[in-house]
């Protein structure tokens, strides 16, 4: 008899705490991988932003270095350069330095930081 009986399988029962339990856990483990997933791939693209940022800086710098390399190639940007690193003049040429008038500056600066009794001292001596 025992042969035509089928053996019979342990029936999971779905709504049994124990199960439910077990399921609860798998989801907050897989909850907290995937929201690790997600931040560093929401990292990763902040990086990449960054670097594709920093790449077309540096091919602006470089397109900028190239020309100023072609520019030292002439003798009109060599003379250039020299004349602005080293504050040199062929023969024949001078120099012309302009200065500032910054004696009305200085007297208002001063007026400024003077008292109340300072400023009625020098109107009297103005006057007389």
């Given amino acids: 008899m025992r042969t035509f009986q089928q053996k019979r399988k342990p ?24 929201s690790k997933v997600y931040f560093k791939s929401k990292k990763a ?6 670097i594709k940022k920093a790449i077309d800086d540096l091919s602006k710098r470089k397109s900028e270095l190239e020309k100023e390399t072609a520019k030292l190639e002439t003798e009109e940007g060599i003379d250039e350069a020299i004349r602005e690193k080293f504050d040199v003049v062929k023969p024949g040429e001078s120099v012309l330095n302009i200065i500032k008038k910054q004696l009305d500056d200085d007297k208002i600066k001063e007026e ?3 008292g109340f009794f300072l400023k009625i001292r020098h109107f009297i001596k103005k006057i007389f």
Avoid at 16 to 29: C, G, K, Y
Avoid at 45 to 50: C, G
Wanted: aromatic share 12%; proline share 3%.
């Fill in 45 to 50: 693209v902040e990086k990449n932003e960054e």
């Fill in 112 to 114: 400024k930081n003077e």
């Fill in 11 to 34: 029936r999971i029962n779905y709504s049994s705490p124990f199960f439910l339990f077990l399921l609860l856990i798998l989801a907050i483990i897989l909850l907290i991988s995937t």
